[in-house]
T-cell receptor, first 111, second 113 residues
Framework: EDQVTQSPEALRLQEGESSSLNCSYT??????LFWYRQDPGKGPEFLFT?????EEKEKERLKATLTKKESFLHITAPKPEDSATYLC????????????WGAGTKLIIKP | NAGVTQTPKFQVLKTGQSMTLQCAQD?????MSWYRQDPGMGLRLIHY???????DQGEVPNGYNVSRSTTEDFPLRLLSAAPSQTSVYFC????????????FGPGTRLLVL
């Protein structure tokens, strides 16, 4: 069964304390892996798409990486405004449309 | 561009009442979908559409109906609301083919008493 698991469920960091969020996936072939950010009371906002193992993408303090079994979202020197829930989703081979979503990691950055 | 818009933002229903959640997009996307989001769970697909006149069921379709008469609009109907349908509902759209980004609306928070 195709599955996406995110860990930890919640992560509290001090401002400037770097860390990583994990998204592990089990799918029968990967077409793409997506990272989204969701602020309270709002819809998910797109961050990155990764397509193949070894690929990396960066945006400000965020860097996403991909292996054959998992993806990491690295957060370097985070600021309080980075506080949000980060969602991971996978599009499996053979699927033109549907995504498999993880439950998310709630990140809290304390000043 | 307004992107994906949803109305209402918040709604309270009594068990057995019906209502329609509205969704519209101005990006000319052929693919549109409805998700529900519950605490501790990933987004779950309710229904989706790949173009006007074409709809299909997702993972959790029971209790919901959809129709797609235009490219822009994709309403979600609750026929007889139940407390189990208390959730946050998101509409999303994307280009049809390939590995494309989904764009989400701001959500509708629904409470069924």
């Amino acid at each position: 069964e195709d599955q996406v698991t995110q860990s930890p469920e919640a992560l509290r960091l001090q401002e400037g304390e770097s860390s990583s969020l994990n998204c592990s996936y089990t799918v029968s072939g990967l077409r793409g892996l997506f990272w989204y950010r969701q602020d309270p009371g709002k819809g998910p906002e797109f961050l990155f798409t990764l397509y193949s193992a070894g690929e990396e993408k960066e945006k400000e303090r965020l860097k996403a990486t991909l292996t054959k079994k998992e993806s990491f979202l690295h957060i370097t020197a985070p600021k309080p405004e980075d506080s949000a829930t980060y969602l991971c989703a996978v599009q499996a081979a053979g699927s033109n449309y549907q995504l498999i979503w993880g439950a998310g990691t709630k990140l809290i950055i304390k000043p | 561009n307004a992107g994906v818009t949803q109305t209402p933002k918040f709604q309270v229903l009594k068990t057995g009442q019906s209502m329609t959640l509205q969704c519209a997009q101005d990006m000319n996307h052929e693919y549109m979908s409805w998700y529900r989001q519950d605490p501790g769970m990933g987004l779950r697909l309710i229904h989706y559409s790949v173009g006007a006149g074409i709809t299909d069921q997702g993972e959790v379709p029971n209790g919901y109906n959809v129709s797609r008469s235009t490219t822009e609009d994709f309403p979600l109907r609750l026929l007889s609301a139940a407390p189990s349908q208390t959730s946050v509902y998101f509409c999303a759209s994307r280009e049809l083919s390939g590995v494309e980004t989904q764009y989400f609306g701001p959500g509708t928070r629904l409470l069924v008493l």
